[in-house]
């Protein structure tokens, strides 16, 4: 090689003789042939070889080029055939040339090549606790609050530059070396086409294998089970951050460390490393925005929203040539369709909470599952008020321009509050409308008290110390609080004789067994409230019942021998009361004669 570089560099002037010039690049170009003819009979590669041997090989691709051109120079005589010759094999020599210095490129790009680690990204990105997508568990409603609020404090940090080398920097060198050599044989589209099919191996390998993301059909999404769904569509929000954020930041920064300088190049190249495999991503996005909606698929919706209007900036960022419309009008329209999506989810929330109804009552007047769900989704809710208040702007209820009026509360006009709070608002009615409807469903009245107190309860207790808080304010939680809802079902007579006395203690004693067997199976599940219920029936009973006692004991010497209970006997069973299991007192026990 050093030979042939000495000897073509010693032309420098053709010779005066055509015929002369001409003897004398055959013999040039007959030992150029031979030595690329054995650099290609060598397995090695030319850049594994050392980078003085790649400068040499470089070297001489220069100084057929310059041959090349001179030759083409020469003037059209009797000689023209031979110059046609010589120009043919020339131009061979450089072709068999730019071959190798294509794969020479291959092995290059794949010898350097570098992944950006997602556990590292992850944990720059979103914090400690969301390293990769597997730590993504699929809470309950009312377990996303602290998860959410995480990830609010992690995107503080939104603005940083998360660009790094896809390449070594130490293979730039060699691949901008070659992409000079070939742009300057004007073939820098084969350049292009050989940079760009191994980048975008390197993406696909990238999402596919170190992401783990899987090419799912429209069909496929459709067809998938809501569980694996959620779980996909976690993933698909870690990833797309992960590949906007860094893959394709990186990926149009080595496109214009390596094309830039050859005008437009680097823009369009950068659009055809990407387009497919972005393609596959949004294909995702697509398939959910056009899917089946639900209430339990709301908070997924906005999460899957809010990534995608973060990232609605850097996709704008990085398609910025027209080519780009391709994909920043499709990122665009699925930011928009899942919006909508979401929207309507929550907007028509009412009317599945309306719809849900019952032939039969809840078991022992306990907490219902309805009010469970729908308590812990409208907390929930709270945590997306910022995204859904934006989504509903535009959004008028039937008859906004009316009051919201609470009971023993003030109106409210729902021109003073946020889009979500009036949907909020209109939700909590239609809560409480469906749960007296619930309670009609028992026929005995006490119990109907006991179910809508428990549920009222529960209402209250989810709304304490949040964000709703301040929004029903402290008198509507006080008024929800009372506990003074059950009627008294034992009665304790004033006026009686004595016969009717042992009578009407027999009578009570009677009714009162049958009390304890019914409302020993009515469920309380808060225990504060259950001790407060039975110390206040207890406090009544029992007051009522001791007064009757010592009258009828002082008035008509009724002893205790006719009293089937003592006062401290129904002290201790009234605490058996609400605690969800009937039961029934000792049958052994009877009224002596």
């Known amino acids: 090689m050093m030979d042939l570089e000495s000897q073509l560099s010693a032309i420098v002037a053709i010779p005066q003789s055509n015929a002369q010039a001409l003897s004398e690049f055959d013999k040039q170009l007959k030992k150029a042939e031979e030595k690329f003819v054995r650099w290609e009979s060598r397995d090695l590669m030319i850049w594994d070889s050392s980078p003085v041997e790649a400068s040499k090989y470089l070297k001489g691709i220069e100084e057929i080029q310059s041959l090349i051109e001179t030759i083409g120079g020469l003037s059209a005589d009797e000689y023209g055939k031979k110059k046609k010759n010589l120009l043919y094999r020339a131009n061979s020599v450089l072709k068999l040339a730019m071959s190798r210095l294509e794969d020479e490129l291959i092995q290059i790009l794949l010898q350097y090549k570098q992944c950006a680690d997602p556990g590292h990204m992850s944990f720059r990105l979103f914090g400690v606790d969301q390293i990769g997508y597997d730590s993504f568990s699929l809470p309950s409603i009312d377990e996303r609050s602290s998860e959410l609020s995480s990830e609010k404090n992690n995107n503080s940090n939104e603005s940083e530059d998360y660009v790094v080398d896809l390449v070594h920097p130490l293979g730039i060198p060699h691949i901008k070396s070659i992409a000079n050599v070939m742009f300057a044989s004007n073939i820098g589209d084969e350049f292009c086409h050989a940079f760009v099919n191994m980048r975008k191996e390197a993406f696909n390998e990238y999402l596919f294998d170190v992401l783990g993301w899987q090419k799912f059909s429209i069909e496929d999404v459709h067809m998938m089970e809501w569980t694996s769904l959620n779980s996909e569509m976690k993933k698909w929000n870690w990833i797309m951050k992960i590949v906007v954020r860094v893959y394709l930041a990186s990926e149009k920064r080595l496109c214009e460390k390596i094309l830039g300088e050859f005008g437009s190049f680097s823009s369009f190249w950068f659009l055809e490393t990407t387009m497919d495999t972005m393609g596959c991503l949004l294909n995702f996005g697509v398939a959910i925005a056009i899917g089946a909606r639900s209430p339990e698929k709301l908070f997924s919706f906005l999460d899957m929203y809010d990534v995608l209007a973060n990232l609605r900036s850097y996709i704008d960022a990085l398609f910025t040539e027209d080519a780009g419309c391709v994909i920043r009008n499709q990122f665009h329209e699925i930011v928009k369709s899942l919006g909508n999506l979401a929207k309507t989810t929550f907007v028509d929330f009412g009317n599945v909470i309306a719809s849900n109804t019952s032939a039969s009552p809840f078991s022992g007047g306990g907490i219902h599952p309805l009010i469970r769900y729908v308590m812990n989704f409208i907390k929930t809710v709270t945590d997306y008020s910022d995204t859904l208040n934006l989504l509903l702007k535009d959004q008028h209820m039937e008859g906004s321009a009316a009051e919201i009026k609470f009971e023993d509360q003030k109106c409210i006009s729902p021109l003073t509050l946020s889009p979500t709070s009036v949907h909020v608002l209109s939700i909590i009615g239609i809560l409480k409308s469906n749960l007296e409807s619930r309670s009609k469903l028992y026929h005995n009245e006490a119990l109907q008290h006991v179910f809508m107190m428990n549920n009222l309860h529960y209402m209250v207790q989810k709304i ?17 609080k009372t506990v003074s809802l059950l009627r008294d079902d034992i009665r304790v007579p004033h006026f009686l004789s004595k016969k009717s006395s042992k009578n009407r203690l027999k009578t009570f004693t009677v009714a009162f067994e049958e009390v304890y067997k019914i409302q020993t199976g009515w469920y309380v599940p808060d225990h504060e409230l259950r001790e407060d219920l039975q110390i206040s ?11 009757f006692v010592e009258r009828v004991s002082v008035k008509y010497k009724i002893t205790d ?3 089937k209970y003592t006062v401290d006997d129904m002290e201790e069973h009234l605490l058996d009361l609400f605690e969800g299991s009937p039961r029934l007192l000792n049958k052994a026990s009877t009224c002596r004669k």
Do not use: P, S
């Open 464 to 480: 304490k110390n949040t964000r709703l808080e301040i929004l029903f304010g402290d008198e509507w939680i006080r008024t929800q």
């Open 537 to 547: 029936t207890a406090h009544n009973v029992i007051h009522a019942y001791r007064n």
């Open 561 to 563: 021998k006719y009293m």
